[in-house]
């Protein structure tokens, strides 16, 4: 089997109601999507923050085997491709290579742990609105009558709104919910500790980037400072990033984004340093239907770690912001019940695109 042609798509979807995180307020979603084409018949789709070059796809990818994954994939980064628009093309192989043998992509990576992952809701985001207390406490609840059992808050908006607003969600959820929250890299080391201080009496799950995502020796002061769990690392790019934050005890949780890191093929690599590290791995996922599909099959292929009775649980980050690419692009939505999400079985990726909607939004 050989690749014959790549197609690149930029996706765009106009958000109707923006919404903010402690960095900068979303009035679109911004997508890269690759579909790779083989004389076989089978095509591939993967997605990445960005698409790669035309010159890099014609020297690295056309015309070579679908199934040397690792060769295309030091090719193209040899050649200078961001990560990850390498981690596009990777998705799509490991689609193509799932079709070609009629296996989900989660046989591929050595088996399923299971075949239903519990799912956090990414939501809390600030909003223009009158009472922000108000808003974030009906939403949270909106998620707990969902069926929720986790959930993520955005912070970083100073430490009046943080503290005030995390103390009146943890109150309306209850103590049976977990809750994490994130600053989106919005406070320096100080404000990171001292917020964080505060925010600790809620029995938070995790605090997610306090602080600038590359800041090593920071992580290590903050994760020092704070009596709970500190996470990071969704914007990290390949396995070298990534090794500084592991080895130096910079995290307690590192969250690789399967579209950023460089693919499955990354991915693995990455989380195997983790979890010979004894860090914990729990993926970010914001993105169309390709990404939360690849996500839930790296969760299902996860071992549990510790291999506990009772294992704290694979968590699958479930943006419960408005994005039809993430609930149409894939013709059979991939959607929770009472918080849980069906990894998929289908081969491949096991999602079939709508490209009605991916020619709508281009
Ligand atoms: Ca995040």
Same mark, same amino acid.
């Given at each position: 089997?050989?690749?014959? !042609? ?25 997508? $890269? ?28 990818? +056309? ?8 060769? *295309? ?17 990777? +998705? ?21 742990? =299971?075949? %239903? ?21 009906? #939403? ?9 059992? @986790? ?11 943080? *503290? ?6 943890? =109150? ?16 320096? =080391? ?12 809620? &029995? ?9 995502? !590359?800041?090593? #020796?920071?992580?290590?002061? *903050? %994760?020092? @400072? ?7 690392? #969704?914007?990290?790019?390949? %396995? ?7 080895? #130096? ?26 979890? @010979?590290?004894?860090? =914990?791995? *729990? ?40 994005? @039809? ?13 009472? $918080? ?13 695109? &709508?490209? !009605? ?6």
């Amino acid at each position: 089997m050989k690749i014959v !042609d790549v197609k690149t798509y930029s996706l765009v979807y106009p958000v109707q109601e923006p919404f903010a995180n402690a960095m900068r307020w979303t009035r679109e979603r911004a997508f $890269g999507v690759v579909e790779v084409i083989t004389d076989s018949g089978i095509t591939g789709w993967g997605e990445g923050a960005t698409v790669p070059a035309r010159r890099a796809i014609e020297a690295q990818v +056309i015309g070579r085997n679908p199934f040397h994954n690792e060769v *295309i994939w030091e090719g193209l980064h040899k050649q200078g491709t961001d990560t990850a628009a390498i981690s596009a093309i990777d +998705i799509a192989l490991w689609d193509i290579m799932g079709k070609a043998l009629d296996q989900p992509i989660h046989h591929l990576l050595g088996g399923a742990f =299971r075949d %239903r992952v519990q799912a956090y809701a990414t939501g809390l985001f600030r909003r223009d609105c009158a009472d922000h207390t108000a808003a974030l406490v009906a #939403e949270a609840r909106g998620y707990a009558d969902a069926g929720f059992k @986790a959930m993520k808050m955005k912070v970083g908006f100073g430490p009046d709104y943080d *503290i005030k607003n995390v103390a009146a969600v943890r =109150r309306a959820i209850g103590d049976d919910i977990l809750f994490a929250v994130d600053a989106n890299c919005g406070y320096d =080391r100080g404000s990171a500790i001292a917020v964080g201080q505060k925010l600790a009496e809620n &029995n938070l799950l995790w605090f997610e980037e306090p602080i600038s995502a !590359d800041d090593v #020796e920071g992580y290590v002061q *903050i %994760r020092r @400072a704070l009596n709970m769990r500190i996470s990071g690392a #969704e914007q990290l790019r390949g %396995r070298w990033a990534f090794r500084r934050m592991i080895q #130096e005890g910079a995290l307690d949780i590192i969250q690789p984004d399967v579209c950023v890191c460089g693919g499955f093929t990354e991915f693995r690599k990455i989380a195997a340093m983790a979890s @010979a590290n004894h860090v =914990r791995v *729990i993926p970010h996922m914001f993105g169309t239907a390709i990404r939360l599909a690849a996500t839930l099959h790296l969760l299902a292929a996860l071992p549990d770690a510790p291999r506990a009775l009772e294992p704290f649980p694979a968590l699958l980050e479930y943006d419960m912001s408005e994005n @039809a690419l993430r609930t149409m692009l894939a013709r059979e939505p991939i959607s929770h019940t009472d $918080g849980i999400v069906a990894v998929p079985q289908g081969p491949g990726l096991g999602i079939e695109i &709508n490209r !009605d909607l991916l020619e709508k939004y281009s």
